[in-house]
C-alpha cells in the first residue's frame, strides 16, 4: 500500500499504471467515505484518545473490542451535551424524530 497526501500524482495515469503493476494499492479514500470526513476523523481521535491510549496495553481484542461498545453507548446515550440542552444525543435525536413525525400527521 502507498500512502500520499493525495498529490497530483494520484491524477497521473503513468503513475497510477505503475502502483497497478507493481501490486500496489494507492491509500486513497473516495468521497464520502470516513477517512475523508472531518466528523468521523475527530470521534475516532477522540475514542483512541479517550479509550486505546489511556486503556492500553490491551491484551485481548474482545477486550478492546467492549471497551468499544461501552465507549460508544456512552458517547451516544451518556454523555451530556451541552449545545442540545445538557441531554445526550440519542434522546436529541429521538425528541427531533418525534417532533418531525408529530409534524408529518399534522400535515
Known amino acids: 500500500m502507498h500512502h500520499s ?7 497521473a ?24 470526513n472531518a466528523l468521523a ?3 475516532n481521535g477522540l ?5 486505546i491510549h489511556r486503556r492500553s496495553p490491551w491484551r485481548t481484542l474482545e477486550a478492546v473490542e467492549f471497551a468499544t461498545l461501552e465507549w ?3 458517547f451516544n446515550n451518556r454523555r451530556l451535551l451541552e449545545p442540545i440542552g445538557n441531554v445526550p444525543p440519542a434522546e436529541a435525536d429521538a ?4 417532533q418531525a413525525e408529530v409534524q408529518a400527521l399534522a400535515a
Open 5 to 11: 497526501d493525495r498529490g497530483g500524482q494520484y491524477l
Open 13 to 36: 495515469l503513468r503513475y497510477t499504471e505503475r502502483l497497478a503493476e507493481a501490486s500496489i494499492e494507492p491509500s486513497v479514500g473516495s468521497v464520502g467515505d470516513s477517512y475523508d
Open 41 to 43: 476523523e475527530t470521534i
Open 47 to 51: 475514542f483512541k484518545t479517550e479509550v
Open 72 to 74: 460508544v453507548d456512552w
Open 95 to 98: 425528541r427531533y424524530y418525534a
